[in-house]
């Protein structure tokens, strides 16, 4: 049992680092041009907290909007792509931590996530709603001391035409996140392991 929890350690080791030049190669952003996106405004390090607890009620009442427009859903499907690139906000760390490797496509998503819901403030069906998360949010700032809170990502504004993809070549620098995706990597192999195990085992 523990000669096969090795090999499956040393397996997974071996994978992260064959992807490892071709994960820290790519740019952290992919742009279609700065002229055909759509700018969204910066967020801060305290607003991130928030924003992230509220995220899904956000998300579940702009998708149930209906009087919307153009750049309300190309804002939206920034801010659903964006959280899929960040490994939908699963990172430990992503939002809290300004080192980790996933702290600036978190910066990304949320600051979508926030323009998504201060434009259904102006939203005949939504905008009640709305403007009750935007004052839980501000009470949840003061309540915890979040407002003045800074990181080296609050001053950055993004772009619809720009993803932000998680510092790869960080990860190895930030214990946190190289032993969740080794971690991660280890329970993949497991299953296939296990599974090509059972395979041989239930074929005659």
């Known amino acids: 049992m523990m000669t096969c929890r090795r090999s499956i350690f040393l397996t997974a080791m071996i994978a992260l680092l064959q992807l490892w030049p071709l994960a820290a190669s790519a740019h952290l952003r992919s742009s279609s041009g700065p002229h055909t996106g759509i700018a969204i405004a910066e967020i801060s390090h305290g607003e991130m907290i928030m924003i992230a607890e509220y995220r899904d009620r956000i998300i579940d009442l702009a998708a149930r909007a209906t009087d919307t427009n153009e750049p309300?859903?190309?804002?939206?499907?920034?801010?659903?792509?964006?959280?899929?690139?960040?490994?939908?906000?699963?990172?430990?760390?992503?939002?809290?931590?300004?080192?980790?490797?996933?702290?600036?496509?978190?910066?990304?998503?949320?600051?979508?996530?926030?323009?998504?819901?201060?434009?259904?403030?102006?939203?005949?069906?939504?905008?009640?709603?709305?403007?009750?998360?935007?004052?839980?949010?501000?009470?949840?700032?003061?309540?915890?001391?979040?407002?003045?809170?800074?990181?080296?990502?609050?001053?950055?504004?993004?772009?619809?035409?720009?993803?932000?993809?998680?510092?790869?070549?960080?990860?190895?620098?930030?214990?946190?996140?190289?032993a969740t995706l080794t971690a991660l990597a280890a329970a993949i192999l497991a299953l296939v392991y296990c599974g090509r195990r059972l395979l041989r085992w239930i074929t005659p």
């Open 72 to 178: 309300f859903r190309r804002v939206l499907n920034y801010a659903q792509i964006q959280h899929a690139y960040c490994l939908w906000g699963k990172m430990p760390g992503g939002v809290t931590d300004e080192a980790s490797p996933f702290n600036e496509c978190s910066h990304a998503y949320l600051a979508a996530t926030k323009a998504v819901l201060l434009s259904m403030r102006s939203m005949g069906g939504e905008a009640v709603e709305a403007e009750t998360i935007v004052s839980e949010i501000d009470a949840g700032m003061v309540l915890r001391g979040l407002a003045l809170i800074t990181c080296q990502f609050s001053g950055e504004a993004f772009n619809t035409a720009d993803v932000i993809r998680p510092s790869w070549k960080d990860v190895p620098l930030h214990p946190t996140s190289l």
